[in-house]
């Protein structure tokens, strides 16, 4: 999870495929979800698991829904994938409940769907197919195109069926301890003559991700819970990758080729009651992520509009808001706007060659970043947009209390803005 000492490198998808053109010279945008594709996914064949490995299922582009975490009675490191259309539900009294668990209104019978994590009776023990509203991470989808969108539900805790990963985290390496996660990711068709080039209008150009987002239920602990032992987030994540980088990475080779950004719209800690007294969330940074192959990711808060998000470490700048800022309150409908200038993806690849390196970024060498991210590594027309994605996760280290977190989302888009 990034709750930022920790994160959860997990991502639970809805994926649809890329329509712009190969060279977008005008601004351009791509709608990955919004209202005219509420009953579309409704009827799409929806790749989905909790615990799914990296597959070729999984890397295709279409839609993706994935948890992770551990179910009860099932044996640690257990997945679940499943195809075909999400489950049609309606049962007035438990969508009720769902949707408040989420936000999203019940909408008529024929608009509801949703999908849980459930157990594999040949490999699992005692657990039932079903369980309460409350007790258990579910995806909610409602097909009205005025009020409808796809909500998340993660919880973990005494009474929950679906589980945070325990201290030895996921698959016993240590990675994402204590932490349980669900996602909604859009994987594109990156290596594609319709990819999507998010700074195709030149050196100068700037990348937009506009969502609508909403959050209806916290738990984060009481007054009594230690600092720190329970947080929930609810965050928006963008990858994007250097396709010629990629195809030229030779056997042996460890070139990156890829940077995953994630943006904290809504993060609630127990003990915390005053953000802006949080040394390590007013700025951002750059990490390597071990559960994704050692991926460097951009990670950081969501500023008030016009504010610039620095690098806590070298101070260049890594990204914008324009939009609504992170929330710690429950929240509807609320706009964010993120804006990421090829010079900042420029400096990214540059504190992350430097962290490897142990060099200042302004001290780096052209053929040093080329190494890590191939010959077109300043060309703003070589990169293109991998997926898109947003998520929930819960941090629950001692797993005495419940950490739940409810929202929904009911627009996401990105747009390649020239200068």
């Not at 839609?63 to 640690?76: A, I, R, S, Y």
């Not at 195809?83 to 007035?92: A, H, K, V």
């Not at 999203?104 to 019978?109: Q, S, T």
Request: charged share 20%.
């Amino acid at each position: 999870m990034t709750h930022t000492p920790h994160r959860l490198a997990l991502a639970a998808c809805v994926a649809l495929s890329a329509t712009a053109g190969a060279q977008q010279r005008a601004a351009a945008t791509l709608q990955v979800f919004g209202p005219e594709h509420y009953a579309r996914l409704a009827a799409a064949d929806v790749w989905r698991s909790w615990n799914g490995g990296p597959s070729d299922a999984i890397l295709r582009p279409g839609p993706k829904l994935m948890f992770f975490g551990e179910l009860e009675g099932c044996p640690t490191g257990t997945e679940a994938p499943q195809g075909g259309p999400l489950r049609q539900t309606d049962d007035g009294g438990g969508w009720r409940r769902l949707a408040e668990l989420t936000g999203l209104p019940p909408g008529r019978p024929d608009q509801r769907h949703h999908w849980e994590p459930a157990p594999l009776p040949r490999v699992c023990r005692g657990a039932a197919t079903d369980a309460a509203p409350g007790e258990q991470a579910l995806a909610q989808l409602n097909t009205d195109p005025d009020e409808g969108g796809l909500g998340l539900y993660t919880v973990t805790g005494p009474q929950t069926r679906f589980q945070a990963y325990g201290p030895g985290g996921q698959g016993r390496t240590g990675a994402n301890a204590h932490i349980q996660g669900s996602f909604v990711h859009f994987r594109q068709a990156w290596n594609s003559e319709q990819a999507f080039r998010p700074w195709a209008g030149g050196p100068e150009s700037e990348l937009q991700l506009r969502s609508r987002q909403g959050v209806a239920q916290v738990q984060a602990g009481s007054a009594r819970t230690p600092e720190g032992e329970l947080q929930v987030k609810q965050q928006l994540g963008m990858t994007v990758i250097n396709p010629r980088c990629l195809r030229e990475n030779r056997p042996g080779q460890k070139r990156l080729c890829q940077i995953q950004y994630l943006f904290n719209t809504a993060v609630y800690r127990s003990g915390v009651s005053d953000w802006s007294r949080v040394a390590w969330f007013q700025q951002a940074s750059v990490m390597t992520d071990p559960a994704q192959g050692a991926m460097p990711v951009v990670r950081g808060p969501v500023g008030e509009a016009g504010r610039v998000a620095l690098d806590a470490a070298s101070r260049l700048p890594l990204y914008r808001s324009e939009g609504a800022a992170s929330q710690h309150q429950p929240f509807a409908d609320r706009v964010f706007d993120l804006r990421v200038r090829f010079r900042d993806l420029l400096a990214a690849q540059r504190v992350i060659v430097g962290r490897q390196l142990k060099r200042a970024p302004e001290n780096l060498r052209a053929e040093e970043l080329e190494a890590q991210f191939g010959p077109d590594w300043n060309r703003p027309e070589a990169w293109v947009l991998l997926s898109l994605n947003m998520g929930q996760e819960a941090y629950n280290r001692a797993g005495r209390e419940t950490a739940a977190i409810g929202g929904q989302l009911r627009l996401l888009e990105i747009s390649s803005l020239p200068r």
